[in-house]
């Protein structure tokens, strides 16, 4: 299971928690989140963020794609709050009783095309991904961001031609930035993040497909009080100012 750290503060942190009474997230360790792998730099900057709003707070995110969190979660994985790259996999959850209250929809993002840097293989548009002679990569079909892309591809009337499945859109995105593959289909939030190791070509909005983003406290919740909190501040202006710095839609 991926965790991300952030460093000797959360460590001081884990210590001041185990020492004090006081420590908001209580004596179960602190707040985990499941979040999807495209939520990955918006959600360590809202978990820092909100452990400077928390004194004594430390948050810990889980970060996969969205299938994968909620088979973790129906499988009995403790956890505190799902945000999902697709409304589909939360209402699974929803159906099995395993999140608390009406999931709320937060954030909204596009698909887009990515090439490694300077485009070297020339692609135009989604019509290349039926072209043998190109390296192409989607996301699994099982998971959000591969779903969205075949919708996508769909739509256009185009089957393609893939020489790769990634388990997510991360490492869908680090082997188009490696120039191991000539194409794939990503969130535009992920070109954004990628440092210029990328580039992005725009899909029409006539074959566009857009994802919500929903987030829920799970049912359980060793922290819900805490929990609450946190998708409290995710929802807020605060936290959609970060969700948008990251290139993240309105909802």
């Known amino acids: 299971m991926p965790w991300v750290q ?61 299938s994968s969190l909620r088979e973790q979660i129906l499988s009995g994985a403790p956890g505190d709050v799902f945000a999902s790259a697709s409304t589909s996999d939360m209402d699974l959850l929803a159906g099995a009783g395993a999140v608390a209250g009406a999931p709320r929809i937060f954030a909204r993002n596009l698909l887009e095309i990515a090439v490694p840097a300077g485009n070297p293989a020339g692609v135009t548009g ?31 009337g185009v089957q393609p031609s893939l ?40 899909i029409p909005a006539a074959h566009s497909v857009q994802a919500a983003y929903p987030i829920a406290q799970l049912s359980g919740a060793p922290h819900p009080q805490l929990a609450s909190e946190f998708m409290a501040f995710v ?15 309105a909802p």
């Open 6 to 66: 952030r460093g000797l503060a959360a460590a001081t942190v884990a210590v001041a928690c185990a020492l004090s009474a006081a420590c908001t997230g209580g004596s179960g360790g602190g707040l985990l989140v499941f979040a999807a792998a495209s939520l990955t730099d918006a959600f360590e900057e809202l978990a820092s963020a909100f452990e400077a709003a928390h004194p004594g707070s430390r948050v810990e995110l889980n970060l996969a794609n969205s």
């Open 163 to 202: 020489d790769s499945n990634e388990p997510d859109v991360r490492a869908l995105l680090t082997k188009l930035a490696a120039g191991e593959l000539d194409a794939g289909i990503v969130y535009a939030t992920d070109v954004a993040s990628a440092g210029g190791t990328v580039d992005g070509i725009p």
């Open 235 to 249: 929802l807020s202006d605060p936290g959609r100012r970060v969700l948008a710095g990251h290139g993240f839609l």
């Open 126 to 156: 989604l019509q290349d991904f039926a072209d043998p002679g190109l390296l192409i990569g989607l996301c699994a079909a099982e998971i959000p961001c591969g779903r969205y892309a075949r919708r996508a591809l769909a739509s256009a």
